[in-house]
């Protein structure tokens, strides 16, 4: 998971509150989702629990991990948001780190998905949000793949 790993330079938290090595045997092979959401989107609190859904059911199978990346405007509304949520966490007070990632993966809506391959940190699926939405809701089809 060296490429995704790069990206984040440590800095990520499990649900302990602990930072996890993405360069680690355990993330090696995985598909790797950031999801860009906040507590005040009412999408995004909408789609959530869809994504969690989807999550609990075949991350084992697919070899899938979530990097949620909070957009929230304030720790609180952040941890009260996160605490439902199965996946790891970008930590929330790295707030420039976030900036970079949203630029980088042009986010410019959320909620929103990208997904990575975990090796290499390159792109697979950039709309995996309407994916999950509109296109394959049952994840029949995961890990989608964006048309180039």
Request: positive net charge; glycine residues 6%; hydrophobic residues 35%.
């Amino acid at each position: 998971m060296a490429g995704v790993a790069k990206l984040f330079d440590g800095h990520i938290l499990n649900k302990s509150n602990k930072e996890v090595d993405l360069y680690g045997k355990k993330y090696k092979g995985k598909i790797i989702g950031l999801y860009f959401s906040a507590h005040w989107c009412p999408p995004c609190r909408a789609f959530t629990p869809l994504l969690n859904e989807l999550y609990n059911e075949y991350h084992k199978e697919k070899k899938f991990k979530i990097i949620f990346i909070s957009c929230d405007n304030d720790e609180k509304s952040f941890n009260s948001y996160y605490k439902d949520m199965p996946w790891l966490t970008l930590d929330f007070n790295e707030r420039k780190k976030k900036e970079e990632l949203l630029k980088k993966f042009h986010v410019n809506g959320i909620p929103k998905l990208v997904l990575l391959d975990g090796d290499s940190g390159k792109i697979i699926c950039t709309n995996a949000t309407e994916q999950i939405l509109y296109m394959d809701p049952e994840g029949k089809n995961f890990p989608w793949k964006s048309k180039k």
